[in-house]
């Protein structure tokens, strides 16, 4: 028993050290499987902490610290994929040099560099563009995980940025669809600040008692949610402009892709309870409907220039 001991040991002794293609073989999956499970428990890790993060900003009330816990969730979703080619090189290496104990580092450079030029202009150049323009974006700040944006030149690709990495970018659509991204592909984005459009609807009534009461009883029925309007419409202006005509401003705000709430359902559910009511019409003029952000107001009035 001892000698069948003995002999097995100095056969799995002599397989290990001596080169061969079996052992070559067996420390290639080796690596393989030590790469795959080491990046998947650290990535794991990662994502927790993106997710803990991403709580954070959701639940946070001041919009700087909104913004700084994003860019935060940004860079930990840049850095998985950056682990992961960290850990698959370190293992590769080390797998080099089990494979390949005493192959002189010159002639393994002009063999790499060989295969390098073979396959860099088919999938190496696409991923360095990718990343290229990942780092770009990044950098800049673009956007942040979180944001709604909108891709140039695509015209129907939009949605929540879930996941960004220097190769590509994960987007949730409206509908729920799942869109990925190459960045080489992005060449502008609009961003929607605060995730909500602001939308304005002038209303023209003959009786400021009536006219109020009217776009009240609408506002009462408009619906409030993630994925509708954010509060409900408020009367932010009312002005009497003649004896018989006042104009009321109704500000609302919701999500990119339902401004069909305000700048129709509002109206036509506006111009409904108008028919209903007995006696004259109350609404006199058309209403319009029209976007009303503060911010490109106030760039606006740099930009216009009224001669007087």
């Avoid at 073989?25 to 990662?46: D, F, H, K, M, P």
């Avoid at 976007?291 to 490109?296: E, K, L, M």
């Amino acid at each position: 028993m001892n000698e069948i001991t003995i002999v097995l040991t100095e056969e799995i002794s002599q397989f290990v050290a001596t080169p061969n293609s079996m052992r070559s073989l067996l420390i290639l999956i080796i690596s393989i499987v030590v790469a795959y499970w080491l990046s998947y428990y650290i990535t794991r890790i990662i994502i927790k902490v993106a997710q803990r993060i991403a709580v954070r900003s959701d639940n946070t009330t001041s919009d700087e610290n909104r913004i700084k816990l994003r860019r935060i969730e940004t860079y930990f979703s840049v850095s998985i994929a950056l682990v992961r080619a960290l850990i698959v090189g370190i293992v590769a290496f080390y797998a080099w040099q089990f494979l390949s104990p005493g192959v002189n580092l010159s002639a393994a450079t002009i063999g790499a560099s060989a295969f390098f030029i073979v396959i860099a202009g088919a999938t190496v150049g696409m991923i360095l563009r990718d990343i290229t323009a990942g780092s770009t974006m990044i950098i800049e700040r673009w956007f942040d995980v979180g944001d709604f944006i909108r891709i140039e030149p695509f015209i129907e690709v939009g949605g929540v940025v879930e996941r960004m990495t220097l190769r590509s970018t994960k987007l949730r659509s409206l509908n729920g669809e799942i869109i990925w991204l190459h960045n080489q592909h992005i060449q502008g984005v609009k961003v929607t600040p605060g995730g909500l459009r602001r939308l304005a609807v002038d209303i023209f009534a003959n009786n400021e008692r009536v006219g109020r009461n009217l776009i009240e009883k609408v506002i009462a029925t408009m619906p409030v949610g993630t994925l509708k309007l954010a509060t409900k419409p408020k009367i932010v202006a009312a002005e009497q402009w003649s004896e018989k005509l006042w104009h009321f401003v109704v500000v609302g705000e919701t999500t990119p892709g339902r401004e069909w709430l305000l700048d129709k359902y509002f109206i036509d559910a506006l111009d409904e309870v108008d028919a209903r009511r007995k006696g004259p019409k109350t609404f006199v003029r058309p209403h319009i409907a029209r976007f009303s952000d503060i911010r490109a107001e106030e760039s606006f009035k740099r930009a216009i220039r009224v001669k007087k």
